[in-house]
């Protein structure tokens, strides 16, 4: 295997990483925040304490409030300052190209993972001027799904979605060819992205802290998830339209009362108000706020029946894994990367992607994947498959196979 150190550029007379031995990965992306969770932080954190060893130099570079450099989680942390976006206020996005060669020039990247699609690509290759580096694409979003499809429910808007699903499609195909290579975390995702024109598409299945979610010996429920003789369903995540609660709702309510599960959404969102309005109807549906600490996550995890996982366009299914490394069954729809986390568990049920009968259908066959045999199987199959210093032994085969066919020396 070639070391990617070696197929290092001197830039600007600067001393290599190749001459101190040491492999130099840059991430960089504007999925990123400070204050909310989300699945790009998690893939990084881990990634940060994994890479955190002798020859390796780990940069990420995220927008911030102001510029500075901070030591986080074995890595190094490069705040640019980045305007906040409007209708995400959590979240910035990067702008300053100049301020991202200032960063390239202090760590003299060897390889380079660009994170999110919409501006940061052109600022990477502005940033590196005429620098050969590879550059490494991460498929993290859902694009079609989550930014080109408004899920609203009118005939007339049809044209318009149609429209954008074929525009994101081109743009996908257009973004990602630019890479070295393209990866991504599921067989579901890679085989639509080789079907929509993208080459060099690399499977890079991610894990799991299978140390913070795990089962507890003392689960003995939770407060905020009280047994009323009903199955308790758990979902947390974003409350937002490409998550699809409002199908994961229509099938809960679809079912008669006494057979629904009490269903906990825990989380926050652009959508709260209107989902709250659901939760007021006394149908079994209560709304959490967002949980924060990891332990208390756990503890809820441990007190549920059940996970829910209602997001056609998941390319991580990162609480997927979280709940089964928990001992958590899964329902899951049939579309996105959650198939591939719950595929050969033995604990779990899919039901079809936008059809609210088959989900009540899946409520109830959940009944039948509850109990201490299943909530070790999942388990079980969790350690078996979702083994974070795995993910990272393949990410670093892919650096190397792009800075070897790449011909960057």
Known sequence: MVNVATNVPNANGRRSASASGEISVVDVTSFFSTSASGGVRTYLTAKARALGRPGIRHTIVVPGETTRMDEWEGATLARIRSPAIPFAPAYRQLVDWRALADVFDAVNPSVIEVGSPFADPILVRLALGGRRVPVVGFYHADLVRTFAEPFVDHAVLSPLRVILRMTARR??????????????????????????GVKRVHEVPLGVDLDTFRPLESANGHPLLPQNGAPVALFVGRFCPEKRLDVLLDGHALLPRDERPDLFLVGDGNIRDSIAGRARD??????????SDREELVRMYNAADYYVAPGPGETFGLSIGEALACGLPVLCVARGAGPDRIEGSGAGELYR???????????????????PGIRARARAHAEETMDWSVTFERLLAVYNQVASSSGKS
Do not use: W
């Not at 006394?282 to 949980?291: K, S």
């Open 353 to 371: 992607h936008g059809d609210p009968a088959d989900v009540a259908r899946g409520m109830r066959a959940m009944r039948g994947h509850m109990g």
């Open 171 to 196: 743009a996908i195909r257009s973004i990602y060819n630019r890479f070295d290579a393209t990866v991504c975390a599921s067989s579901h995702v890679a085989r639509e992205l080789r079907s929509l």
């Open 282 to 291: 006394g149908g079994r549906v209560t709304l959490l706020p967002y949980v």
